[in-house]
């Protein structure tokens, strides 16, 4: 799998090749543990149902979407998946699968529940410790559980698709954020930080054309929420980008 990464720093754009490999295997795996289709409620809706509040369904989004986004999440003996499910893969997709090496074998610093959160003191950036400290994560986990509270008082039935992919784009924000800072912030795998956190900023362009182009027209959402929602993801937008740059910054000056 690293078989190029002996004696070389990969760049962000290496590593985002190789994540975008890594997302498209997963999407064919995620099949199998997703939840039983003929429930159409979209994904979000299960979590706020399942959840005492929204920041609880927010939290309970980014965990699962990290596991997704693990590139092996899944155990030989996991109860979720069904007997056959190893069959059903194309077995070119399964022996590539079965030759690569565990990347992320060891697992002390991203356990389950509350404490994903913490990282250890040589991943966090300026010995803080935690990505409760990152102000745009904050910022992400905040907007995410507003906009399901809006959310949650709309009829589902009346929401439009534009409208379920515009809150799992703003639910997604917090997560690519979370899975860029698991990298940590060491010169061999911040390019790999950059290239999580770019597809944050591509989630939250993504949700500013829905919003505006979509969503602004469907009366669903009043003025004052509009332009509510639509500043708080302005500003995050803006300030992932420049987030962004500050670790390309880093990155170059290690060197």
Sequence with gaps: MFDDFEGEVWDEHQWEAHLNEIEKQNTKLQKFIAPDSSDRAPRWLHLIRESNSTFDAVDAFIEEELRFDDPYFMDEDDDDLPADW??????????????????????????????????????????????????????????????????????????????????????????????????????????????????????????????QRELKRTGLLDNKSYYHFHGQLFELRNNIGIYIQELREEFYNGI
């Design 86 to 211: 190893e069959d059903e893969l194309d077995d070119s997709l399964w022996d590539e699968w079965e030759e690569e090496e565990l990347f992320w074998e060891d697992e002390e610093d991203f356990d389950e529940g509350e404490e994903w959160k913490e990282m250890s003191e040589s991943f966090a950036r300026s010995n803080n410790g935690s990505i409760e400290m990152l102000d745009i994560y904050n910022h992400s986990r905040e907007l995410a559980a507003a906009i399901l509270q809006w959310a949650e008082s709309i009829n589902p039935q009346k929401l439009p698709a534009s409208g379920n992919d515009f809150i799992g784009n703003v639910l997604k924000i917090g997560a690519k954020i979370a899975g860029g800072y698991s990298f940590g912030f060491e010169h061999e795998f911040l390019g790999g930080n950059i290239a999580y956190t770019k597809k944050a900023l591509y989630c939250a362009n993504d949700a500013l054309t829905l919003l």
